[in-house]
């Protein structure tokens, strides 16, 4: 599936819930699917104010809340600072950097076999799993 494809799909999928599709819920939408990076509502109020002067990062966050409801976006909290957004796509995994809070998306199909396995030793129902790898991101490996 391409950006344009997610774009007209989320949008059908927000217009269900009954929200009015604003040139500003685009725009944060439109972002969250084409950035490479997990911003926090902060970041994208930085990216998208000099193109929305009237924005405001509670309409960001107000939006991005909205898309978590619809299952557009995953919120991911790492215990520290401010929420980090996550446009859902397929699954993946996140190496996040301890230095400077930079997260990488990495694939490893193999732990779909880990849900089966606890499922089966446990006689849980598994939902899904988390897991994260920490260390440090290659730009500020050049700098230590
Ligand atoms: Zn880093
Ligand atoms: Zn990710």
Known sequence: ??????????????????????????????YMIETEEHPTADDIFKALSDEYPNMSVATI????????????????????SSSRFDFITDTHYHIICS????????????LEEVEQLAGSVTEYDVSHHRLEIYGL????????
Not at 10 to 21: F, H, N
């Open 137 to 144: 991101c290659p730009e500020c490996r050049e700098q230590m």
């Open 99 to 110: 230095n400077c809070g930079k997260i990488t998306d990495f694939h490893y199909p193999g």
């Open 61 to 80: 966050y107000n939006n991005l809340k909205l898309f978590k409801d619809t299952g557009l976006v995953k919120e991911l909290t790492y215990g520290d």
């Open 1 to 30: 599936m391409d950006a344009n494809e997610q774009f007209t799909d989320s949008i059908d999928a927000l217009k269900k819930t009954g929200v009015r599709i604003t040139p500003q819920r685009k725009a944060v939408l439109k």
